[in-house]
T-cell receptor, first 110, second 115 residues
């Protein structure tokens, strides 16, 4: 069975600074996708970024980028130029079906 | 295009009762998945339906069941409610199933409280 581990229950970052959220996973599959989802206080899960396991190039979406290390089964999320609106729970997930980590609560300090 | 709609948003039930939650996917989406979110266990996969057929099932007791209708709307049912069933139940829809690249679009969830 697939497992996803997020070792940082809480993180904080100063506005405009950069923060990295960690995620490791375990799977015997060779082809899969990894996702980062954001869940703000509204509870609406929002896809932040996705990574295809067979692609070595790290995915990037505006201020969000990942560091995907397939051999190490590591999938960290970097948020650059943090904004107050980035404050939320962030979930790392393996697909399919979606297997989520326990989440990291990110606080952004003005 | 309307998003994923879950009803009701909030629900309070008594132990031993049963409950039915509803999910209307994005128009054109044929896959619907359900997840349970609790502070202790986090987000856990319940089941996935595609074209009225259950395609995948998580590790939950038989008290948890679901179905999907021909219009892709889905319901999940929990019988003989226990206090531990109190959770946020999230529904997600996707255009297809089995495709790892398919983004899942989530509803805002149904907050179930069992007293």
């Amino acid at each position: 069975a697939q497992t996803v581990t997020q070792s940082q229950p809480e993180m904080s970052v100063q506005e405009a600074e950069t923060v990295t959220l960690s995620c490791t996973y375990d799977t015997s599959e060779s082809d899969y996708y990894l996702f980062w989802y954001k869940q703000p206080p509204s509870r609406q899960m929002i896809l932040v970024i996705r990574q295809e396991a067979y692609k070595q190039q790290n995915a990037t979406e505006n201020r969000f980028s990942v560091n995907f290390q397939k051999a190490a089964k590591s999938f960290s999320l970097k948020i650059s130029d943090s904004q107050l609106g980035d404050a939320a729970m962030y979930f790392c997930a393996w697909h399919t079906p979606l297997v989520f980590g326990k989440g990291t609560r990110l606080s952004v300090i003005a | 295009k309307a998003g994923v709609t879950q009803t009701p948003r909030y629900l309070i039930k008594t132990r031993g009762q049963q409950v039915t939650l509803s999910c209307s996917p994005i128009s054109g989406h044929r896959s619907v998945s359900w997840y349970q979110q609790t502070p202790g266990q986090g987000l856990q996969f319940l089941f996935e339906y595609f074209s009225e057929t259950q395609r995948n099932k998580g590790n939950f007791p038989g008290r948890f069941s679901g179905r999907q209708f021909s219009n892709s709307r889905s319901e999940m049912n929990v019988s003989t409610l226990e206090l531990g069933d109190s959770a946020l139940y999230l529904c997600a829809s996707s255009p297809t199933t089995g495709s790892m690249n398919t983004e899942a679009f989530f509803g805002q969830g149904t907050r179930l409280t069992v007293v």
